[in-house]
Structure formats: structure tokens, C-alpha cells
């Protein structure tokens, strides 16, 4: 048995969940994917997955084989690849995590354009905006917008994004216009957060930075919920500013505190820590790099 090729075809089965599936990918009979299968937990001597009628599950150890397995066939693509990428086409499948709001509108137009270029690159995107396990679900790069990475992240910065504090015209006609981050105390803020507990939102000035504690009138961990919400004069809320601007650029909503300017968000590229870096994922991220530089540059010009 070809050792490579059963952990090849034991991730393909766990991806798709399927034997007939990976089968008819193949060509092959379901029962020469499924002797295949046997062949390679009997050589283990563990069962990887149990299988039914209408599911497939994995085992805990066919959990812990498949992590394995992901990084084993990563490094075997990376050492035959790097003979020949910077000689040739890159070629392969990459797995992208991807923010929800910011992956549609600022990075969609980037990805379709480096799918026209790059024909023999296949980009499996995930849009979501919870944080991403990428050694366990086998992504090869994850776009992640934050002020607060985590220990032992492996990153390369993209870009910023700039937050602005903003409210609807209806809100602000009914509550006094805040001129201070500390006059934010006395207003209802729309926060985005997954729990509906107090709020520190700090801010950056000429004379000092300051920090004010807001108490949550709406709590979300989507912000075009909250911006949403404001429209509808709810309260004060603070997007990033790709999110702010079709808002503001209608007029359903306005800046305010417009001289004082939180820290900006950091846009990053989120490797798996125990992988080499495929040269085709290396391209994207430089070009991923460039495009939003590009995009930064002409928003900052209109």
C-alpha cells in the first residue's frame, strides 16, 4: 500500500465526508475507495472513521490522524513545489478563512482578480467571522482583522483599517452631540462584542490618549448590525471604516469625535504555526498585500 496516497485519500473522504463522492472524483468504484480505507487502519491498527448507511464520522483518534495527515502531505507539497515554483505556474488548492463584511467587500474583488491570473490555483474560501482553528481545519491562510493577536500567532501585517465612532443625524438630534470620548459614558452605545458586559473604547488625541467605559444599548458581534441599528438612531457605534462608508457616503449616519481616533485595526495574513508556506500561498499573500494597498490609496484620495 502506497502510504501517501491512502493519507491522501483518507483527507479527501474526511473533506468531503463522502466515499461515493471521492470515488466518483476519482473514477474508481466506491469498493476500491473503501479497500483502501480498511487497508490503511488495519496497517494502523485503529479504527479512523465509523461509517453508516447515510453518515460518516470520524473517531477521536481518526481526528487526531487527519491533523497529522494535513501537515505530513503540506510538507511533502512544499519540498516537491519549491524544486520548481520559482521556475513555474503555482499551482494548487488553497483554503482560505475569510472575514465576512471585509472578505466581500474588499478582498472578493482581489481574490476573483488572482483566480483570472493564477488558472491552476483553485481558492477554497470560508466566510466567517469567528476566529478559525487553522491546524485543525486544514486552512492554509486566514485573513484576520483585530487589535489583539494571540501568543504564538504567525502573521504578516496587510494593512490598517481605521475605526470611526459614528451616530445617525436622528440620534444626535436628540442627545447632545458628544465633544469628549469621556461624554460617551452618558450615551447609549452599540457594542461590538459577544456578551452585553461594559466596554472600555480608547481613544487617541493630541493632548493624550483617553479611555472611556461605555454601557452597552445593543451588543453584537457583527458590525453591520450595529451600523444598522444606529441608522435607526439606537445609538453611537464604532465600525471600521470599509464598513462606515457607504453609511456615512448616505448621510444615514455621521462621524462625531472627528479629533479623536481609536487605534486602528491590523488586517493580517494567519498562517497554521507548524507548516511551511506552499509558494502558491506566498503569492497570494503578496498579492493580497499589493491590492490593498491599492485600495487604501484610493479611498484615502477621494
Known amino acids: 500500500m502506497d502510504k501517501l496516497n491512502a493519507m491522501q485519500l483518507f483527507v479527501r473522504i474526511a473533506e468531503t465526508g463522502s466515499f461515493t463522492a471521492v470515488a466518483d472524483q476519482l473514477d474508481v468504484a466506491r469498493s476500491v475507495v473503501t479497500r483502501q480505507i480498511s487497508a490503511l487502519?488495519?496497517?494502523?491498527?485503529?479504527?479512523?472513521?465509523?461509517?453508516?448507511?447515510?453518515?460518516l464520522t470520524l473517531t477521536t483518534a481518526g481526528s487526531a490522524y487527519l491533523e497529522k495527515c494535513r501537515v505530513i502531505l503540506n510538507m511533502v507539497d512544499a519540498?516537491?513545489?519549491?524544486?520548481?515554483?520559482?521556475?513555474?505556474?503555482?499551482?494548487?488548492?488553497?483554503?482560505?478563512?475569510?472575514?465576512?463584511?471585509f472578505g466581500l467587500q474588499r478582498l472578493m474583488p482581489a481574490l476573483l482578480e488572482f483566480a483570472q491570473a493564477h488558472?491552476?490555483?483553485?481558492?477554497?474560501?470560508?466566510?466567517?467571522?469567528r476566529r478559525s482553528?487553522?491546524?485543525?481545519?486544514?486552512?492554509?491562510?486566514?485573513?484576520?482583522?483585530?487589535?489583539?493577536?494571540?501568543?504564538?500567532?504567525?502573521?504578516?501585517?496587510?494593512?490598517?483599517?481605521?475605526?470611526?465612532?459614528?451616530?445617525?443625524?436622528?440620534?444626535?438630534?436628540?442627545?447632545?452631540?458628544?465633544?469628549?470620548?469621556?461624554?460617551?459614558?452618558?450615551?447609549?452605545?452599540?457594542?461590538y462584542s459577544q456578551d452585553f458586559q461594559s466596554t472600555t473604547w480608547r481613544y487617541r488625541a493630541k493632548e493624550g490618549d483617553a479611555n472611556v467605559t461605555v454601557r452597552p444599548r445593543l451588543a453584537a458581534n457583527n458590525g453591520e448590525a450595529l451600523l444598522q441599528a444606529a441608522t435607526q438612531g439606537l445609538g453611537i457605534t464604532r465600525p471600521p471604516d470599509f464598513m462606515a462608508q457607504p453609511y456615512l457616503e448616505s448621510g444615514s449616519v455621521v462621524a462625531v469625535l472627528p479629533k479623536f481616533e481609536p487605534e486602528p485595526l491590523g488586517i493580517y495574513a494567519v498562517l497554521p504555526?507548524?507548516?511551511?508556506?506552499?509558494?502558491?500561498?506566498?503569492?497570494l499573500i503578496d498579492f493580497l498585500a499589493h491590492a490593498l494597498r491599492e485600495t487604501e490609496s484610493r479611498v484615502r484620495s477621494k
Open 41 to 55: 487502519e488495519k496497517q494502523l491498527g485503529i479504527k479512523l472513521m465509523t461509517r453508516s448507511t447515510r453518515s
Open 79 to 101: 519540498a516537491e513545489s519549491s524544486l520548481l515554483e520559482e521556475k513555474t505556474e503555482p499551482r494548487g488548492r488553497i483554503r482560505l478563512g475569510l472575514p465576512l463584511s
Open 119 to 129: 488558472a491552476h490555483i483553485e481558492l477554497v474560501m470560508d466566510f466567517s467571522d
Open 133 to 191: 482553528k487553522l491546524i485543525e481545519e486544514g486552512i492554509d491562510l486566514s485573513i484576520r482583522i483585530t487589535s489583539r493577536l494571540e501568543p504564538g500567532d504567525i502573521v504578516r501585517k496587510l494593512g490598517e483599517s481605521r475605526l470611526l465612532t459614528v451616530a445617525s443625524p436622528k440620534y444626535l438630534a436628540e442627545h447632545s452631540h458628544p465633544k469628549h470620548p469621556r461624554d460617551l459614558a452618558h450615551h447609549a452605545c452599540l457594542v
Open 273 to 283: 504555526s507548524n507548516r511551511y508556506i506552499p509558494h502558491r500561498v506566498s503569492v
